[in-house]
């Protein structure tokens, strides 16, 4: 199976880098307990110290991994891939020890979902020679990622900066002056209300497979002693194999639930994530028009107030005026170009996350199929 | 008003076999009319015996007759000693049109091919439960005129022949046995068949046969309903995907938009072939479990009516020593035990004849389900795999 890697794709692909996420181990016990993952990287990139080296990771450590890259690059325009949600009812029936099979599938849902995460953000050339990426994959010891945390001190001072930016998500009116951007995000939002859909009838199907292959192991069984009790030896056989048939049908079936699962289902979630990093990226764009808009605002007022000086003709308040004019100019076109700046590498970003979604759908298309 | 194909109907009629080989009375079911909730079926006969006024006629009938037909068959006398065929079971379209309520209820959230789909689905669905309902009531018909003695009865001849409503006959006969002894029958069945002390080594064997049979196969019903039930709901789930999918397609424009389409189209074809492995399924396995159910019982009534005369009899035969004893009443004591005895005999005769018949005809109708239904799982399977296989082909080739 091959398929060409677009050429708008920087030529990454020159050196190697593989990533693996394997051998999650619970560490600890009670509700301190944690998982860990161990990070396996091969690679051909020079500025590695080595070849191949693992280290072992816990989820927070991705989740700081994110904080920091968001923090850097997002307010550049960059589209950061977010990393798998925090789910306090899967983590508390691992922590607990419940060793039942949907605290194994939510241990390798997430072991899957962030070895995507860590694939995502290699493929991002800027994203990669961050050096905050490569001591995540080669450091031995990462500092453990408090403001993580939900219930911390900068847990709570997140969530509420989350909400003042929702609230300003509603107020702020953007003069949009360029229309591709519009037509984009209006795309983008469209598409993940479909892939939300889309995801849930995904996980229906899931749900009722997992319920066929229940009844069918529980009607293998039945079948079975109908067998012993059947007095015609023939037929008697006849009914045992069919229960064996059944059953060997109900292996089959689970298989595929959870190939149905975890390929379909999940990839599904994690383009929703994605999408919802890209509505991200359209946010800070945004954001960077609005505070370029409010330092011209400013700007302007402090012309007013230099002219109302001049009336009044107070030289030293003038000349103080004049200062903050000329340091406010100087925000004012800094911003600007901050914006036309991140106009473009939205654009690319974009553009890039286009051809990164045709190239990885065919993917997971090819492989549910067979 | 709904027809249904011949061939569909030989197929559906393999459940039971050995019917109609008598050419000198076929009955069928041509015809059915479903008015809200009862269904009218139209009852065919074509017969050279002499015992009714022409050769060939029809009847409408009600579920409600072919009950009284049964029960009142049940209740004579003389057909103690013989396995009276299961009713069938009353038309159930309760699940169907759950359904097409629920999916009225959500119209809103669907496309509009999504719902027509849907709707197809459920019409089709409604369509079998209709099939599945006139096939019991033509079985039963059937294997009451290939039987020897039953098809000489009057009553069913009545039934078959009586061209107005059979409504006030079935009144009158509600009246006169008040659906007691049925009751007796579902009561103190399993305590009397296990309580009496057995002579006949065949009849002992038949009675831990069938009791130990009868649960599990009941169990295996619900079982196997369950599981074409489950299957049922996964065919549905894949008409979801596939308008979705096309929907996704459908704002989509760069290359992926023709993978989204062929993506949609493998799972609506898909789903056709998973629907119709459910419903075969459905309809061999369940069914043929389910009919069994049904017959297994008639067997077991009929285990209980010859205990009943054995105990009879040998109540009688104590009432006799008694009497003797006493020497009172001795002739009549002792006519009483010849009649409780010649009665005890007779069952015990036929008993035998029908027991070992019955237990033919249920391994040759498992066998021929059981074979069908392989033949038709691998024939859907070996589809499955060549249309996922054609997908991968175009997907690759795109």
Redesign the interface.
């Known amino acids: 199976m091959s398929f060409e890697k677009p050429e708008e794709e920087e030529s990454n692909d020159k050196f190697e880098l593989n990533i693996a996420v394997t051998h999650p181990e619970k560490v600890g016990d009670g509700m301190n307990a944690y998982m860990v993952y161990k990070v396996s990287t091969q690679t051909t990139l020079p500025m590695f110290k080595s070849r191949a080296f693992s280290v072992r990771r816990r989820f927070s450590d991705f989740l700081g991994l994110f904080e920091k890259l968001s923090e850097k690059h997002a307010q550049n325009g960059y589209i950061v891939p977010l990393p798998p949600e925090k789910s306090v009812v899967g983590m508390t029936k691992v922590k607990v020890g419940k060793e039942d099979t949907s605290s194994t599938e939510f241990v390798e849902k997430r072991r899957a979902a962030l070895e995507r995460y860590l694939h995502r953000v290699v493929s991002h050339q800027n994203l990669l020679q961050d050096p905050d990426v490569r001591e995540f994959l080669e450091k031995d010891e990462l500092p453990r990622a408090v403001s993580t945390q939900t219930l911390s001190g900068a847990g709570f001072l997140k969530m509420i900066n989350k909400a003042s930016d929702a609230v300003n998500k509603m107020t702020i009116k953007m003069n949009e002056s360029d229309n591709w951007f519009e037509e984009k995000l209006q795309e983008v939002e469209n598409e993940e209300q479909q892939l939300r859909k889309l995801h849930a009838v995904v996980d229906a199907l899931v749900n009722h497979r997992k319920d066929l292959c229940g009844n069918t192991a529980v009607f293998a069984k039945s079948m079975a002693m109908l067998g012993n009790s059947e007095d015609n030896t023939a037929l008697s056989r006849a009914l045992s194999q069919l229960a064996e048939v059944e059953d060997k049908m109900e292996q089959l079936h689970q298989e595929q639930a959870s190939n149905d699962f975890f390929i379909f289902a999940e990839l599904l979630a994690d383009y929703v994530r994605l999408l919802g990093g890209v509505r991200n990226c359209f946010d800070q764009r945004i954001k960077t028009w609005q505070r370029w808009q409010d330092a011209q605002s400013t700007l302007q007022k402090k012309r007013e107030v230099e002219a109302k000086l001049l009336w009044a003709n107070k030289p030293d308040k003038l000349q103080q005026a004049k200062d903050e004019i000329t340091e406010w100019e100087a925000k004012v076109t800094q911003y600007e170009r901050d914006f036309e700046r991140i106009c473009a590498t939205v654009r690319k970003e974009v553009l890039r996350f286009e051809l990164i979604k045709y190239w990885e759908a065919f993917l997971p298309e090819a492989k549910a199929i067979s | 008003m709904p027809t249904i194909s011949q061939e569909y109907k030989t197929a559906l009629r393999s459940v039971s076999v050995d019917l109609n080989n008598d050419v000198s009375l076929l009955i069928d079911i041509p015809d059915a009319l479903c008015e809200r909730d009862k269904v009218k079926f139209t009852v065919h006969t074509k017969t050279t015996l002499s015992v009714f006024q022409k050769p060939e006629f029809s009847v409408p009938r009600q579920h409600e007759d072919f009950i009284w037909l049964h029960d009142t068959l049940v209740e004579t006398e003389e057909y103690a000693g013989l396995i009276i065929p299961p009713a069938p079971p009353k038309p159930d379209f309760e699940s169907p049109r759950e359904k097409m309520h629920k999916l009225g209820e959500g119209e809103a959230t669907m496309t509009k091919e999504e719902y027509t789909k849907m709707k197809q689905e459920l019409e089709a669905e409604y369509l079998a439960v209709f099939k599945k309902t006139v096939q019991v009531h033509e079985v039963f018909l059937q294997r009451l005129s290939s039987h020897p003695v039953l098809s000489k009865d009057r009553n069913f001849q009545i039934f078959l022949e009586y061209d107005q409503d059979l409504s006030v006959r079935r009144k009158n006969a509600k009246e006169m046995f008040g659906g007691f002894f049925k009751n007796m029958v579902k009561s103190a069945d399993e305590v009397l068949i296990s309580g009496v002390k057995e002579v006949d080594d065949f009849f002992e064997q038949e009675k831990t ?1 069938l009791l ?2 009868s649960t ?2 009941k ?2 019903t619900t ?2 309903e ?2 074409t ?3 049922k ?2 065919a549905d ?2 008409i ?2 596939a308008a ?2 096309n ?2 397609s459908a ?1 989509e424009n ?3 938009k023709k ?1 989204l389409d062929k ?1 949609s189209d ?1 799972f609506e074809k898909l789903r056709k072939v998973e629907g119709r492995v459910a419903s075969d399924q459905e309809l061999k396995l369940t069914e043929l479990l389910r009919y069994y159910t049904r017959d297994i019982q008639a067997a077991k009534d009929l285990l209980y009516r010859r205990a009943r005369a054995l105990a009879d009899y040998e109540n009688s035969n104590k009432a006799l020593d008694k009497a003797r004893l006493k020497s009172k009443d001795v002739a009549q004591a002792e006519d009483n035990q010849r009649q409780c005895m010649q009665k005890f005999e007779k069952l015990s005769e036929s008993g035998k004849k029908e027991l070992t018949s019955f ?1 033919g005809r249920r ?1 040759v109708a ?2 021929k389900n ?1 074979v069908e239904m392989a033949e038709l799982e691998i024939k859907h399977a070996k589809n499955s795999v060549s249309l ?1 296989q054609g ?2 082909e175009t ?2 080739n795109c």
């Open positions: 046969f130990d049979y599990k196969i169990d295996s079982k196997a369950r599981m039930r489950a299957h709901n996964v789930d894949y979801h995907v979705i999918l929907s996704i704002e760069t290359a992926l993978h993506f493998m237990k391994v498992f066998r059981l996922l997908c991968i997907l690759k």
